[in-house]
């Protein structure tokens, strides 16, 4: 009995232990398979939002890398065709090298401008997304993220916005970076998929509405996980966010906290996590509870016989094989997240990066890869120029590990390592557990890597597009150990993003090297160079255009209508229409143009214009090349300046030559003149009536005598000397003659309260009249007017001011000349004293007129100014210094001249002339011999040489001058003395008389004292 119901007992202890067993583990599976299932879940989701949030903040900053870029935000603030082309290339770099669905750029009005799709029939370009969310979002001011249904497309994708703003902050667009949703699925939801319960679970990522967009049953996208009411289905309608509805409901409805069940009743575990970058977006996964439970009974009746024999047993072994499995799991777990974030980090380190930023971030990625790995070295090796030489480029050692990047500069690697570089050229993982095991053919390898104390290593090529740019890879020093395959997958990872970022350095340090080059040929060009735009906008000009209009750099030309205001007109005009031409001929052609620079200095342009064309023949913008030609403009304006002075050169001569041959023809009828009438006045009672008539005749013979100097002076065949005179009376005399030569219409008024004298030449104060006067006068000649003469004395104090009258303080003559007409215009008052510069036309002045009267007034001491005013006329007025005050002496005057006996031979070719000097010397005693040939008076000397004790000569006669004559009658007789008269001759002075031995020199006419006192001076002479 007792064994029955020990056995009983037992039997019931062991029931009941099976059975409190079979429970337990019944129960400890179930939980332990839910434990399991949801840490996996929550893994699982973890995992997905960890790469989900890497992947978001990895194109975030590429996008933001992108909204940086010069050339983006060059083409929003200018558009132009070079600006649209360089922003269409650098979207397409970042296109390629992230492999994203389509790079695009937005003005502030949402309108596409530049896109990297822009030649698909699926093309952004033109299109307007303002109603986009991260449209909206960007032009706040903000980056943003968008998951949306594509408009133009139609497939879903992820949309990353960034605003741009320019070098003022300003903002001017946004940049707008789309990834397809497909290639997300594939790689985030394909390397995180769930592996356990028959794939029976889900996985949705929801906007705050509950619209699935990414799942892994693709047959659920676009369905909505949740009820959702009318009010949020028209708004998402009218967000075109997910195209258009409806959207169909899953059926999960919530049952409990974390609890689900579908539309048949089945239920499921619910996890649902933020997505912090997306707001209202979130990741749900749900669990299939029944399939756990499923799984867990039929576990149960499988190994029933086991779990009730060996209950106990099976009991603590499940529960310490649930501890390992659970302690195995997370350390998987934990490797798997360690090593997706490496992978998210080394993408970011990768993504976005400009020329400047790539070494710091190759760097920052062999330290994590290292770290990661726990090796001892991570490196890059490059090729040089040298194709068959490489360089250790970068390098990141262990703490306490010696670095070699200093000594491996210059390897030839197919000289030293030829079987590591076979592998390496065939784009083979070259991994090595342990390099003293390398095989025999590898010995030049295994010295190599022994001498940098290798022991394990791992090499991975570097290609772009099918070119060996390097290799990379990791190293162990301290010991041999083998890698494991994640290693060689983040290894591999980071090559394949490597041959992008190097193969995009080298081409981005080409292309700067390019623009560099091109730049400074365009710069040190002696021409400027200019681009112009279809619509006539100037988009380019070079540094020497800036040069040639002495703009500062920083000028804002770009963008401006083409030619701008620097070309004055009609010279714009026809720059515009020749540019006009060229766009519609395709034709080359040139132009020479002026411009002003921003001084206002002339700029001679000699221009050629150019159409560019596109790859379809059509003109896509136009090039002006422009040469300075201002010093050949300058070089024919000096040439013609000089021409016209040789013309005017040889009119004056023309003119002098008249002059001279008019004033000798006079000087020998004033000779006569006053002469004769110097001999009447001999001849005739003092202060008689007829005496008074005899001296006007002498003093007209004087003025007629002045006039001849004037012609002299005028053909500048005199000297101009000067003499104390009054020029009130010269200004009577020139009024007089001013009033016969102008009409009627013109009055004259003068106002003469002066008598003082000035040292000067009457020839010359009667051309300062006559210019001033006749300048008046040509400005009254349409309309007539009034012409004013004023001449008065005035004295200048000392301290009075430069800017009013710029002479010496003293006592001047005022003469001022007015008029009534048109007036001087500003931009020209200050050039009209200026050589050859006049306003009248052709053939009615030279130019020449003020300038030498300036000249005149200066030479004297004085100064001119000139006060004009537009239609109301002029006034010239001159300030000629004081001399002195004084009455005239008349002209004439008995005196006791000196006489003598001596015998004089007179020639002269006009017979009055001998005649008069005949009487005259006769009157002072002397005995005369008259010829009125030269060649009868050598004969007559001749014959008597020594009865004639003194000759007086005419200097021009026919057949023999009277240099000749002196020199013929001082052959026959050396000490005969002789005095030379003349009226006029540029041949002959008074020391070209004396060196031919010539006593005296005596211009025509003369006066019978003047004559007298040389006479017997050179006669006196001659007897010492």
């Not at 996964?285 to 190994?303: M, Y």
């Not at 009034?786 to 800017?803: A, H, M, Q, R």
Request: glycine share 6%; with cysteine; proline share 3%.
């Amino acid at each position: 009995m007792k064994l029955k119901y020990i056995f009983f007992c037992f039997t019931i202890l062991t029931l009941l232990s099976s059975a409190f067993g079979l429970y337990f583990y019944y129960n400890a599976q179930k939980i332990a398979a839910y434990n399991e299932d949801r840490l996996t879940s929550i893994s699982h989701t973890d995992s997905i939002k960890h790469s989900f949030s890497e992947m978001i903040s990895r194109y975030q900053r590429i996008t933001l890398s992108l909204s940086r870029c010069p050339a983006i935000s060059l083409l929003l603030k200018q558009h132009s065709l070079e600006n649209l082309k360089n922003a269409n290339n650098i979207l397409d770099i970042y296109n390629a090298s992230m492999k994203t669905s389509a790079c695009y750029l937005m003005d502030m009005n949402g309108i596409t401008i530049a896109s990297s799709n822009r030649n698909d029939l699926s093309s952004f370009v033109g299109k307007d997304y303002s109603f986009r969310s991260y449209f909206k979002n960007a032009v706040q001011g903000t980056q943003s993220v968008y998951m949306a249904q594509g408009i133009t497309s139609g497939k879903r994708g992820i949309y990353y916005s960034c605003p741009v703003f320019d070098e003022e902050k300003t903002l001017t667009g946004v940049v707008v970076i789309k990834e397809n949703v497909e290639v997300i699925e594939d790689d985030i939801l394909g390397r995180h998929a769930p592996t356990h319960a028959d794939h029976k679970d889900w996985v949705f990522i929801t906007d705050e509405n509950g619209v699935v967009f990414i799942s892994d049953h693709t047959d659920k996208i676009l369905h909505t996980l949740w009820e959702i009411d009318k009010k949020s289905i028209a708004r998402l309608n009218s967000s075109k966010q997910f195209g258009k509805g409806p959207w169909p409901w899953i059926g999960f409805r919530q049952t409990g906290q974390g609890k689900v069940s579908d539309k048949s009743g089945k239920k499921y575990d619910l996890i649902r996590t933020d997505i912090k970058e997306l707001s209202g977006w979130e990741i749900v996964h749900l669990s299939n509870t029944e399939a756990i439970s499923g799984r867990v009974l039929s576990s149960l009746f499988n190994a029933a016989g086991y779990i009730i024999l060996f209950l106990f047993v099976l009991l603590v072994s499940v529960l310490f094989i649930l501890n390992f499995q659970a302690t195995k799991t997370g350390n998987t777990l934990q490797k798997r997240i360690e090593y997706e974030k490496v992978l998210g980090t080394l993408s970011s380190n990768l993504a976005g990066i400009g020329i400047d930023s790539i070494d710091t971030a190759i760097d920052n990625s062999l330290s994590l890869i290292g770290n990661f790995t726990q090796a001892d070295r991570t490196y890059i090796f490059q090729f040089n120029k040298n194709p068959h030489t490489m360089v250790n480029t970068h390098e990141w050692c262990a703490i306490g590990v010696e670095p070699q990047i200093h000594n491996l500069k210059d390897i030839p690697v197919e000289e030293k390592l030829p079987w590591f570089m076979e592998h390496i050229r065939n784009n083979e993982i070259f991994n090595v557990p342990d390099v003293s095991k390398l095989p025999e053919k590898a010995q030049s390898e295994k010295k190599h890597f022994g001498d940098q104390g290798i022991q394990s290593l791992m090499v991975l090529p570097i290609e772009k597009s099918g070119n060996l740019l390097g290799f990379l890879g990791f190293d162990s020093v301290s010991k041999c150990r083998e890698w494991e395959n994640n290693e060689e997958s983040l290894l591999r990872f980071f090559g394949q993003g490597l041959g992008h970022v190097l193969d995009r350095e080298k081409a981005e340090k080409k292309l700067k090297f390019l623009e560099k080059r091109n730049q400074a040929l365009l710069d040190h060009s002696p021409v400027c160079h200019k681009i112009v735009d279809l619509d006539f906008n100037l988009q380019y000009m070079s540094a020497n255009g800036y040069k040639m209009l002495k703009l500062d750099d920083n000028a804002k030309v770009y963008g401006q209508p083409y030619p701008f205001k620097f070309f004055p007109e009609p010279f714009r005009k026809e720059m515009a229409e020749n540019l006009k031409k060229v766009k519609d001929t395709g034709k080359m052609r040139m132009i020479e143009a002026l411009a002003n620079d921003i001084e206002g200095n002339e700029v001679w342009l000699e221009s050629t214009l150019i159409p560019v064309f596109d790859d379809h023949e059509t003109v896509e913008y136009l090039t002006v090349v422009s040469a300075d030609t201002t010093w050949r403009k300058e070089d024919e304006r000096a040439r013609h300046r000089l021409e016209s002075q040789l013309h005017q050169s040889q009119k004056m001569e023309a003119i002098g030559n008249l002059a001279g041959g008019i004033a000798h023809d006079f000087n020998n009828i004033l000779s006569s003149i006053i002469g004769f009438t110097q001999l009447a006045l001999d001849q005739v009672e003092e202060n008689t009536e007829f005496e008074d008539d005899l001296q006007e005749v002498l003093t007209a013979g004087n003025r007629a005598k002045d006039l001849v100097k004037q012609i002299l002076a005028f053909a500048r065949q005199s000297e101009e000397e000067t003499r104390p005179l009054q020029p009130s009376v010269i200004i009577k005399e020139v009024l007089r003659f001013i009033r016969s030569s102008i009409p009627t219409s013109i009055e004259i008024r003068q106002n003469i309260k002066s008598d003082s004298f000035i040292r000067g030449n009457p020839t010359q104060i009667h051309q300062i009249l006559m210019n001033f006067c006749t300048n008046a006068a040509h400005a009254m000649e349409d309309h007539g007017g009034l012409l004013e003469v004023n001449i008065k004395d005035i004295s200048i104090e000392p301290g009075t001011k430069k800017d009013t009258i710029d002479v010496k303080p003293g006592d001047y003559i005022q003469l001022s000349v007015s008029d009534t007409g048109t007036g001087i215009p500003d931009e020209i008052i200050t050039s009209i004293f200026d050589p050859y510069f006049t306003t009248k036309k052709f053939g009615e002045g030279t130019g020449m007129g003020l300038a030498v009267v300036q000249g005149i007034v200066e030479i004297y001491g004085g100064k001119i100014t000139v006060d004009s005013r537009l239609g109301q006329g002029s006034t010239f007025t001159a300030y000629l210094p004081i001399t002195k005050k004084e009455k005239l002496d008349r002209i004439y005057t008995h005196e006791e001249l000196p006489t003598g006996s001596e015998k004089i031979l007179y020639v002269d070719d006009e017979a009055s002339i001998a005649k008069m000097g005949k009487r005259t010397l006769e009157q002072l005693g002397y005995s005369v011999e008259i010829k009125t040939e030269s060649l009868k008076a050598l004969e007559f000397f001749r014959s008597n040489p020594t009865d004639i004790d003194l000759v007086i000569t005419d200097m021009t006669m026919p057949h023999m001058t009277g240099e000749v004559l002196s020199s013929e009658l001082m052959n026959i007789r050396p000490d005969i003395p002789v005095i030379l008269c003349t009226g006029f001759s540029k041949k002959v002075s008074d020391e070209s008389a004396t060196e031919i031995g010539i006593k005296a020199f005596v211009r025509k006419p003369f006066v019978k004292a003047d004559l007298a006192k040389t006479v017997r001076k050179v006669l006196d002479e001659t007897k010492r």
